[in-house]
C-alpha cells in the first residue's frame, strides 16, 4: 500500500500563485508515476500533470502547460505542482495519485493509490 498526503491548497487571486505538494509513505518502491488530477464542480475529474517517479519524465495537460511545474524531491518522497498564473477556471480539487505505468500516466483509471484531495479556489 502507498499513502498520499497532500497540502499546500486555498484560495488566492486571478494571477497568483499556490504549490500544491503530495508526500507518499509505504511501499514507495511500486510507484512508476505520479501525477496530479483535478476536479471542478459538476465536471468530471481530469488530468493535469503526471512526472516519472525515477525517470524524471514529464506530462501535461494542455490547459495548465506553461503555468504549473510538476517536480519531485525522491529524498522526501513528495512531489509539488506549482501553479503560477492561476485563473477562475483552475479552480478545483486537485488529487493526487501514484502508481500508474508511464505510458499510461494521463488516465485516471491507471493508478493504484489516491490522496483525499485539496481544494484550490482562484478568485476574479
Known amino acids: 500500500q502507498v499513502q498520499l498526503v497532500e497540502s499546500g491548497g486555498g484560495l488566492v487571486q486571478a494571477g497568483g500563485s499556490l504549490r500544491l505538494s503530495c508526500a507518499a509513505s509505504?511501499?514507495?518502491?511500486?510507484?512508476?508515476?505520479m501525477g496530479w488530477f483535478r476536479q471542478a464542480p459538476g465536471k468530471e475529474r481530469e488530468f493535469a500533470a503526471a512526472?516519472?517517479?525515477?525517470?524524471?519524465?514529464?506530462q501535461y495537460a494542455d490547459s495548465v502547460k506553461d503555468r504549473f511545474t510538476i517536480s519531485r524531491d525522491g529524498a522526501k518522497n513528495t512531489v509539488y505542482l506549482q501553479m503560477n498564473i492561476l485563473k477562475p477556471e483552475d479552480t478545483a480539487v486537485y488529487y493526487c495519485?501514484?502508481?500508474?505505468?508511464?505510458?499510461?500516466?494521463?488516465?485516471?483509471?491507471?493508478?493504484?493509490?489516491w490522496g483525499q484531495g485539496t481544494q484550490v479556489t482562484v478568485s476574479s
Open positions: 495519485a501514484a502508481g500508474a505505468l508511464w505510458s499510461r500516466a494521463t488516465l485516471e483509471r491507471s493508478y493504484n493509490y
Open positions: 509505504g511501499r514507495t518502491f511500486s510507484i512508476y508515476s
Open positions: 512526472i516519472g517517479w525515477s525517470s524524471g519524465n514529464i
